[in-house]
């Protein structure tokens, strides 16, 4: 059984930065497509950023357009980590973060993947 467990989140300051962590169990992480997606009040889940494997040891990696140039996503495969660089941040970054996993990439809306994390409060203060 997949599990995800996030941390990292707080609150920050408009401009300031903050790094998510998610650690996963239970799967061959090197082999998953592992994502960011996040949820404000009212709002419908959206993706934030991807890392997927495209053959052998290489990761692509892809950003939402709204966070693209401020976020950045990595992994360790050596330690089933996955984490999320945010830098810049705004008070629209404000809502609660998803790590999320799937056995193989199939895109990046929320429905096309399979296990989820608890999530984490992110709250940027202007």
């Known amino acids: 059984q997949v599990q995800l467990v996030e941390s990292g989140g707080g609150l920050v300051q408009a401009g300031g930065s903050l790094r998510l962590s998610c650690a996963a169990s239970?799967?061959?992480?090197?082999?998953?497509?592992m994502g960011w997606f996040r949820q404000a009040p009212g709002k419908e889940r959206e993706f934030v950023a991807i890392?997927?494997?495209?053959?052998?040891?290489?990761?692509?990696?892809e950003f939402a357009d709204s966070v693209k140039g401020r976020f950045t996503i990595s992994r360790d495969n050596s330690k089933n980590t996955v984490s999320l660089q945010m830098n810049s941040l705004k008070p629209e970054d404000t809502a609660v973060y998803y790590c999320?996993?799937?056995?193989?990439?199939?895109?990046?809306?929320?429905?096309?993947?399979?296990?989820w994390g608890q999530g984490t409060q992110v709250t940027v203060s202007s």
């Open positions: 999320a996993a799937h056995p193989s990439y199939v895109s990046n809306r929320w429905t096309d993947f399979s296990s």
């Open positions: 239970g799967l061959t992480f090197s082999t998953y497509a």
């Open positions: 890392i997927r494997r495209v053959g052998g040891i290489t990761y692509y990696t």
